[in-house]
Structures are given as C-alpha cells and as structure tokens.
T-cell receptor, first 113, second 113 residues
C-alpha cells in the first residue's frame, strides 16, 4: 500500500522544547516537501528536498530544520527558536522534475502549550 | 508575501449550481497551476492541474480556465454536490524552486442540499 505517512497525528509539547515530526514515503519519489498550514493562511513552504543529502529553505524556514539522509524519509524538527509553532504540518512528495503531482500525507497537528 | 491571490474566501452554492473560484499571480516564471481539495483534518489532494500552454482543461465536473496574459486562472465546479463541500486551494509552481507549491489562502465551499 503506497503512500506518505506522517506521525504522530497529534503532538503536544511544552514551550521551549524541540520536537521532530516524521515523514516517510514508499512511492520512490525523489522530491519531498514540508508545508505549514494555519487557519485562513493556506499552506506555506518550510523546506524542500529534491535529492538525498540536499535541501533548500522555503518561505518560512526560520526556527525549523530538516535532514534527508534516506530517499524515503524527510523529518522536520521544530526548534525552540520557532516563535509560534502551533499549526498543522503537512509533508508531501513528488517524482520530481516538471509538472509532477505532489502527494500529501495526512498531516501532524502540533500544539505547543 | 502571498504570490498567489485567491478569491472568494468562502462560497455558498446550491446543489446543482456552478461554483467559481478565482486566482491571480504575478510571477511569470510559474508554469504549473494545480488545484487541491482538502477536507477537514486531512491532507490536500490534487483535483486538476493545468500548464500555461493551454487555456482550458476539463475533467468531469471540474474545469480550469487559464488566462496567461491576465495572469489569472479559475476553477469551475459544474453541477455542484454536497460532497464537494471542502476547502479548495489554487497553487502555482516553477522549476526555480523545485516545483514547490505557492498556495492561495483557500476557499471554503459549502454546497447546500
């Protein structure tokens, strides 16, 4: 059963703690993306990676970090430097290249208390 | 800043009616324009996409109209059904950023019985 998995679905953390969100895909996709969704704001790009061991900052990368050590995995760390981390986080992947559909995971809702 | 502007923010349509959502962009490098549908608590799913070499694309009840000179594109949902009630996002992308998506802020569509 191919697709993108994100875990956990809900995550609660205390202010000041780093937290890592998992994203795994078994679609053999080269490109992976992280987006943040806030009510009324649409989705905004945090980071993206087109190949293993390479990634680029998106529009709102401050306070976040990523790694891409394996093709199928693209974890996102929300650091204590992120001023307002409570949001719905979505991971996506695509075959890369031109005009390829991005497939989204089910999302992780992070709440910082 | 938001690179894709979407309107209206919300829309109520009677069953059987036509739903129309509009988007505009400024970046002429954009060459891929998808529309995504999202249900509450879920990740977005691709509905239909268009490239700027065509002015219209139709898939079932969903049609994208594209006006390259005006830098505008729109989604038409014909014979709208209550099951179409969801949030719709337009997006735009180009090769300069690995086809990472620039999303509009979304339109919440409610189709009444």
């Amino acid at each position: 059963d191919g697709g993108i998995t994100q875990s956990p679905k809900y995550l609660f953390r205390k202010e000041g703690q780093n937290v890592t969100l998992s994203c795994e895909q078994n679609l053999n996709h080269d490109a992976m993306y992280w987006y943040r969704q806030d009510p009324g704001q649409g989705l905004r790009l945090i980071y993206y990676s087109q190949i293993v061991n390479d990634f680029q900052k998106g529009d709102i990368a401050e306070g976040y970090s990523v790694s891409r050590e394996k093709k199928e995995s693209f974890p996102l760390t929300v650091t204590s430097a992120q001023k307002n981390p409570t949001a719905f986080y979505l991971c996506a992947s695509s075959a890369g290249g031109t005009y390829n559909e991005q497939f989204f995971g089910p999302g992780t809702r992070l709440t910082v208390l | 800043q938001q690179q894709v502007k979407q309107s209206p923010q919300s829309l109520i349509v009677q069953k059987g009616g036509i739903s129309i959502i509009n988007c505009a962009y400024e970046n002429t490098a954009f060459d891929y324009f998808p529309w995504y549908q999202q249900f509450p608590g879920k990740g977005p799913a691709l509905l239909i996409a268009i490239r700027p070499d065509v002015s219209e694309k139709k898939e079932g009840r969903f049609t994208i109209s594209f006006n390259k000179s005006a830098k505008q594109f729109s989604l038409h949902i014909m014979d709208s059904q209550p099951g179409d009630s969801a949030t719709y996002f337009c997006a735009a992308a180009d090769s300069n950023s690995g086809y990472a998506l620039n999303f509009g802020k979304g339109t919440s569509l409610l189709v009444t019985p």
